[in-house]
């Protein structure tokens, strides 16, 4: 822990911002529209919000708080990794001092790591964490039970099922990969676990709670596929190229944690080349033989060398719903979190077989404290870079000079660092290396407007409709950016922004049909702008057509609200049932928003009595 310590003084990013905006209401409107109003996954992850609402008083000033709740997570999970190789140590009857060994070295290698930072220090990443403490938990917990099952305790099975069952839902409310906690108890079961005796009757509780769920993640994995072409078509790569890039990540992550550097880590790696067919480049077909020749080797190496196979199964266990099929970003350091802890066990394993004889004990030593110190020493460096912001800005854009995130984050680090001249010249030359974006006309456009207080000339609103109409994702931080813009004129400044030019850029991304649901992200930004001009049919107008592409119970009451105070009763009343009918699909977000509904039935009563 210490050696992440430097790092709890380093900013909030532009994307936690927009993530956890609503901490901000909590002291408001009460924790529950926050809970259950999450939009980071299929759950909604109301469990780490829930983490993140306890903090609510310390947003957003206090970022050090936040980082500080996530370093004590990582040191419980650091925890739970030695408690569950010391308990597979007890399964393997290993010495004393050979599990000690073997324990230290798998949780000291995970704790260590430097490609743990980026999921340590960066605050939404809290979500990765809490579903590792339960993952973790759960197979703890489902050891011991598997122990006492062994011993003839009947109170085993209600230790497996309450772990497996427990486990996976409180990890999926977490995160959703936590549903990975059925198929990683399986890789244990078959590999550290396989000398245990299994009856008729556990081998049906296996199949029942480990096999069969597994089996059900791979076919929804399958039928994802099946839909591929659909689900990717606002992606600059194909569904088969996606599956080839990762499997050029997946060697790209395992060569970071086997040999790392302190330079090849950080947040920025969106610039990851895509690979367009198994030979372009060559490295994807040596790549994907290369994951099929390790999945292979950790299922022959089941019998001869449990631990091992239990590693490299693990690691590719831990990846197989965010680097696979689904249509996600390529290219996360945080995705490694917990799948990292299958390398931790090779590492493990090789310093466990050094203990015998006596003097090979030394040569064990050697080899726990060496690579250990080593991590140690990376992973401070890359702490230290991170108390530094601009300097870490900085050293992003060089080892990733087409990353437009990196570029994006260097911009607003030049302006916190008042180096206004270096931010308006590195947004010229973003725009003119990127014709596709938007963001960095938009940046210029706000660095006129709100800094230099001037209007955006007309040539730049045009450039920047011009922009809004091609192609599909900007690629930086568009959407913060234009809800920030927003959020600034609503405090009467940047007068330079034009909002009939604001609003007519935001109606042309909300058209522009490879935005997929982007587009309501733009036609709720523009149903906002309309509400600051006191233009209410404007407001409807955007607000129906930001429905029509995503509902969510926010759209829904705005809309309903905005019909309400236009006086037109029997469409508020229609709104007001289809919220009714959103909810009933998520009784605990129809809690959250009870209020707001009691809300607007007694507003159209009201109304109603107005009227007769």
């Known amino acids: 822990g210490v050696v992440h310590l430097p790092g709890l003084s380093s900013p909030l990013y532009v994307d936690v911002y927009y993530n956890l905006a609503g901490l901000a209401r909590v002291g408001t409107v009460g924790f529950l529209q926050f809970l259950f109003g999450g939009f980071a996954g299929p759950t909604g992850r109301p469990l780490s919000l829930l983490s993140f609402a306890m903090q609510y008083q310390s947003w957003p000033d206090h970022v050090a708080a936040f980082k500080a709740v996530n370093l004590m997570l990582h040191l419980a999970n650091g925890a739970l990794v030695f408690l569950v190789c010391r308990a597979i140590a007890r399964v393997r009857r290993w010495q004393d001092d050979v599990s000690l060994y073997f324990c230290t070295a798998v949780a000291g290698f995970w704790l260590l790591h430097p490609m743990q930072v980026s999921t340590v220090l960066y605050v939404v990443q809290r979500m990765t964490q809490l579903s590792a403490v339960f993952v973790l938990a759960a197979a703890l917990a489902w050891l011991h039970g598997r122990r006492r099952f062994d011993t003839g305790e009947r109170s085993g099975w209600v230790w497996m099922t309450g772990a497996v069952l427990l486990g996976t839902a409180a990890a999926a409310l977490s995160k959703e990969n936590g549903i990975l906690l059925a198929p990683l108890l399986l890789v244990l079961d078959r590999t550290v676990l396989r000398d245990l005796a299994a009856p008729r009757a556990y081998r049906v509780w296996r199949l029942c709670l480990l096999v069969l769920p597994t089996v059900a993640l791979l076919l929804y994995l399958g039928r994802q596929a099946m839909l591929g072409p659909d689900l990717f078509s606002g992606r600059p790569y194909t569904l ?27 947040l920025f790696n969106d610039d990851f080349p895509i690979a367009r067919g198994l030979l372009d480049p060559p490295s994807a077909l040596a790549a994907v033989l290369l994951v099929i020749v390790l999945c292979g080797a950790g299922i022959a190496l089941r019998r001869r060398a449990p631990v091992v196979a239990a590693g490299l199964l693990w690691f590719f266990t831990g990846h197989l719903l965010e680097s696979t099929v689904l249509n996600l970003q390529i290219y996360f350091e945080h995705r490694n979190y917990l799948p990292s802890l299958g390398i931790a066990l090779l590492f493990g394993a090789a310093v466990a077989r050094l203990r015998e004889p006596a003097v090979r004990r030394i040569h064990a030593g050697l080899l726990l404290i060496l690579p250990l110190g080593l991590l140690a020493w990376i992973t401070l460096q890359n702490t230290l870079l991170w108390s530094q912001p601009l300097r870490m800005a900085e050293e992003a854009v060089r080892v990733h000079p087409e990353s437009r995130w990196a570029l994006g984050n260097l911009g607003n680090r030049y302006l916190d660092a008042g180096r206004l001249a270096d931010a308006e010249a590195l947004y010229r030359a973003a725009a003119t290396r990127f014709p596709d974006a938007i963001y960095p006309v938009l940046r210029q456009a706000s660095l006129l407007a709100c800094v230099h207080n001037q209007p955006v000339p007309e040539p730049m609103w045009d450039e920047l409709e011009r922009r809004a109409r091609r192609g599909g994702g900007d690629g930086f931080f568009l959407w913060p950016e234009l809800d920030l813009v927003l959020r600034v004129m609503q405090q009467g400044e940047c007068a330079g922004f034009a909002p009939a030019h604001l609003l007519r850029l935001l109606e042309t991304l909300g058209t522009n049909p490879d935005l997929h649901n982007e587009r309501g992200q733009a036609l709720q ?7 600051l001009r006191l233009d209410l049919p404007c407001a409807e107008r955007h607000a129906h057509a930001a429905l029509t592409v995503y509902r969510t119970p926010d759209r829904q009451v705005q809309y309903a609200d905005i019909l309400l105070a236009l006086g037109r009763e029997p469409e508020a009343a229609a709104a007001i049932d289809d919220l009714r009918v959103l909810l009933a699909r998520r009784p605990l977000m129809a809690l959250a928003y009870d209020t707001q509904r009691r809300e607007l039935d007694a507003r159209l009563e009201a109304l109603r009595a107005r009227r007769h």
Do not use: D, M
């Open 240 to 266: 088969y190229q996606k599956v080839l890039t990762e499997a050029v990540a997946l060697i790209s992550y395992l060569a970071k944690l086997v040999i790392p550097r302190p330079s090849a880590f950080g």
């Open 525 to 531: 930004l523009a149903t906002n702008l309309c509400l």
